[in-house]
């Protein structure tokens, strides 16, 4: 079965830039989509198809995709961009990555 | 806003049933696809099952067959007929929309709780 992996946690600075990886065979050729989900709350679509930003997401949130790994990077980091991030693909079925969570220091 | 509200989560024996909810407003569950997610404690996301704006379905092969998702149109509504539960189905479930066809989950619920515990 396909698996994606992402690191489980990520640290940044305040105001700094975020990266976040999602690893896949060949994953460049897939549509990519992440979300950022914080504890008790919706999931939230944050990125689509590699790197359309859906309405009301900030230009801070940035997406690439390319042979075996899709990067989310999100720049001038802010405290309330700590969450759990999530990458996600369509096989057969839909496969989501382990989840990496954000730290803003 | 457009919402999706899940419900019908709660404490349940192994080996028995649970149906769950999923009403939306401001969003056509006929006019896209919906999808269960769930989360386990402690766990990341897990897709669970989608049916499309044709009505044909789709399941994670790890349920084996015990799961049954459906929607009333008419009630703007999609449920998830969950049967011979195990203590590991033990999880948030979330509901979810999306496009039509196999593609991103946007808008989600904020998720019902169920328990699988004797």
């Known amino acids: 079965s396909y698996e994606l992996i992402q690191p489980l946690s990520v640290s940044v600075a305040l105001g700094q830039t975020a990266t976040i990886t999602c690893g896949g065979d060949?994953?460049?050729?897939?549509?990519v989509h992440w979300y950022q989900h914080k504890p008790g709350q919706a999931p939230v679509l944050v990125i689509y198809r590699d790197s359309s930003r859906p309405s009301g997401i900030p230009e801070r949130f940035a997406g690439s995709n390319s042979g075996n790994t899709a990067t989310l990077t999100i720049s001038s980091a802010q405290a309330g961009d700590e969450a759990d991030y999530y990458c996600?693909?369509?096989?057969?079925?839909?496969?989501f990555g382990g989840g990496t969570k954000l730290t803003v220091l | 806003d457009v919402q999706l509200v899940e419900s019908g989560g709660g404490l349940v024996q192994p080996g028995g049933s649970l149906r769950l909810s999923c009403e939306a407003s401001l969003f056509s569950v006929s006019s896209n696809s919906m999808n269960w997610v769930r989360q386990a404690p402690g766990k990341g996301l897990e897709w669970v099952s989608i049916?499309?704006?044709?009505?044909?379905?789709n399941y994670a092969d790890s349920l084996m067959g015990r799961f049954i998702i459906s929607r009333d149109n008419s009630k703007n509504t999609v449920y998830l007929q969950m049967d011979s539960l195990r203590v590991d189905d033990t999880a948030v479930y979330f509901c979810?929309?999306?496009?039509?066809?196999?593609?991103?989950?946007?808008?989600w619920g904020r998720g019902t709780l169920v328990i699988v515990s004797s």
């Open positions: 049916i499309y704006r044709g009505g044909g379905t």
């Open positions: 996600q693909v369509w096989i057969t079925s839909a496969v």
């Open positions: 060949n994953i460049g050729g897939k549509n």
């Open positions: 979810a929309g999306g496009p039509a066809g196999p593609n991103w989950f946007d808008p």
